[in-house]
């Protein structure tokens, strides 16, 4: 065997020297901080995954984790689902990608608008952040406005206009212009947004929803606020995004038609690509002209590598493989995991929120936990053998099932009940 890089030795399953540790030619860690996303930080050098398979993933200490984690909640099948990587490696042989359309595109757009019979026209980005990015810019030059209503605690992304709802700490570098043009309205506050909006209604381009902020703790915006900002956008010619990046898993035609309430465009992205990178804007024709190419003074809209047919043939099977009663199934699945939790932990001054099969514990009624906390619970969780987002959102796969999803309740809730103990709530 020749000499083989690093990534080959822990493929191999020989000794590795631990990534943290190496530096470029200039002394610094290769990564700022050690880190290739600031989503991946837990507060201490973390472990690195080699392998997954179905609901397991193996990482670089040696630990087999049930993935309730799922790349942020992207992998709907898990990992390395086998008609998802046939589709995927069949894309990828077939020359990865192209400068021209593919076949891929329309059909991924035909599944996606079955299931959003209330909107008419798909365009494919490369992540939920480019999605919400554009459908902004579609609803200002649309209205000809520039304002945008988004609610506290709403994550969208990390483009400018999506960094203004997390508050001070997540704005430096944001131009005042920006920031002066967002409205951030407490969560389901319907008197601010009223009035907010009401005050001004001619500068209002979108109002741009998140109806499970995991940013707020997981909490649910209620229909009422839901259907009043349906009426407002309506009224004042003001365009209504519900941003279903993360949301979309929750019903066949996401929890935007759970909730009853169709929006002017519809953001989407993670489980539509399969496990590979995808963002979607579905809307209304009369807005999505905005972006035909044939139409003159169309803004533009690009990306190298979006539509590409690697995420687009993933993503259709990844669709395929998730027809409504595999979304109940899993949604059920949330429901008693809940359940089975919360009868355990409520008593230790903590709860499961969340909705369907998108679960997070906070210590009970907190609207914001602070990061400590939620890393003391990261590595409770990972201690024993369980897998979810450095924020402890935990999102259930197909691949699970009853007796999984008990064993995902049973650790989850030792793993409260440890950081309860540690650090009780005064
Ligand atoms: C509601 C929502 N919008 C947008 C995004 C950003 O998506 P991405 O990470 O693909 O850029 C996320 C990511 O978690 C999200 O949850």
Known sequence: MGTSNHTERILEGGPAVDPHLRRGPRGFP??????GRSTYYTGAPSPYAIRGEGYRVWDDRGHELIDANNNFTSLIHGNAQPEIT???????????????????????ADLLLSRLPALDQVRFANSGTEAVMSAIRIARASTGRERVIVTQGG???????????GGPSYTRGVTRGVINDVTSVPLNDIEFLRQAIEAAPDSYAAIILDLLPNRAGLLSISEE???EARRLATRYGIVLIIDE???LRLGYGGLSREYGVDPDLLTTGKLIG??????AIVGLAALMAEVDPTRPGSLPHGGTFSG????MAAGAVALRLYPEDEVKRLNQLGDLTRDAVNSRILEAGW???GRGSLLRAVPAGATKVDEATQHRLWWATYERGLLGSPANLLSLSTPMDESIAAEIGDRLTEAVLKVAQDSPRS
């Open 351 to 353: 709860e499961v929120r």
């Open 245 to 247: 990046t993360i949301s």
């Open 155 to 165: 994550y969208h992304g990390t483009s400018e206009v999506a960094l203004v709802p």
């Open 308 to 311: 590409n047919p690697v995420s």
């Open 30 to 35: 290769l990564l700022p901080g050690g880190y």
């Open 86 to 108: 046939e589709a995927a490696t069949k894309a990828i042989a077939s020359g990865a990608s192209w400068g021209i359309p593919n076949l891929y595109e329309w059909e991924l």
């Open 274 to 279: 399969g496990g590979f990178p995808v963002g």
């Open 225 to 227: 606020f839901v259907r």
